[in-house]
């Protein structure tokens, strides 16, 4: 089976502008959330995709947004992007069964400058 | 909220050595813990999962325990080696079905 899958895996943008993620969660796998990373914060829990439906969300500001597909692809949105967005963002897919455990993605470096 | 604390922050340990790396949390009611490995850069590698109903997993060389009721968890490594240096992390996923990451455990296993 293939892994979770992030694309791209960096990208480098200027303040104020808008930026789209995307991940492919492993076949099979319903439930997809995301993480941002940075050295100061660790890892952090900004929402979790099932069935199309956002079913958790963390604490960040409606700047951060999300969907998924039919397909569970699911894309992060950070629009008006500041300085402190400069992070390592993960997602993660977990099947339905009774483990919920969960399979990370190598991560999308994002840049902003 | 849930908090989740690693001890220690960064441990260096000669090749062959036994080490155990600890979490804890301050909310017992957990759906399960994970235990993950990160190389510098890269995302996060499962190593184990324990239900909230089990008391340890074993795979290979790594062994990990769970406390529920104290709200700890230990995970050891045995006969380390200079490839199992990385980052460490636990994360407990909450009967809110939230996950929430420690802070990591820097380990170095010296040649």
């Known amino acids: 089976k293939a892994g979770v899958t992030q694309t791209p895996r960096y990208l480098i943008k200027t303040r104020g502008q808008q930026v789209t993620l995307s991940c492919s969660p492993i076949s099979g796998h319903r439930s997809v959330s995301w993480y941002q990373q940075t050295p100061g914060q660790g890892l952090q829990f900004l929402f979790e995709y099932f069935s199309e439906t956002q079913r958790n969300k963390g604490n960040f500001p409606g700047r951060f947004s999300g969907r998924q597909f039919s397909n569970s692809r699911s894309e992060m949105n950070v629009s008006t992007l500041e300085l402190g967005d400069s992070a390592l963002y993960l997602c993660a897919s977990s099947s339905d069964g009774d483990l919920l455990e969960q399979y990370f993605g190598p991560g999308t470096r994002l840049t902003v400058t | 909220k849930q908090e989740v604390t690693q001890i220690p922050a960064a441990l260096s340990v000669p090749e062959g050595e036994n080490l155990v790396l600890n979490c804890s949390f301050t909310?017992?009611?957990?759906?399960?813990l994970q235990w993950f490995r990160q190389d510098p850069g890269k995302g996060l590698t499962s190593l184990l999962l324990?239900?909230?109903?089990?008391r340890e997993q074993t795979s290979g060389r790594l062994n990990a325990s769970l406390d529920k009721s104290s709200g700890r968890s230990t995970l050891y490594i045995a006969a380390s080696q200079p490839g199992d240096s990385a980052t460490y992390l636990c994360a407990v996923r909450s009967a809110g079905n939230q996950f929430y990451f420690g802070t990591g455990t820097s380990l170095t296993v010296i040649p």
């Open positions: 909310d017992s009611a957990i759906y399960n």
């Open positions: 324990i239900q909230s109903s089990q």
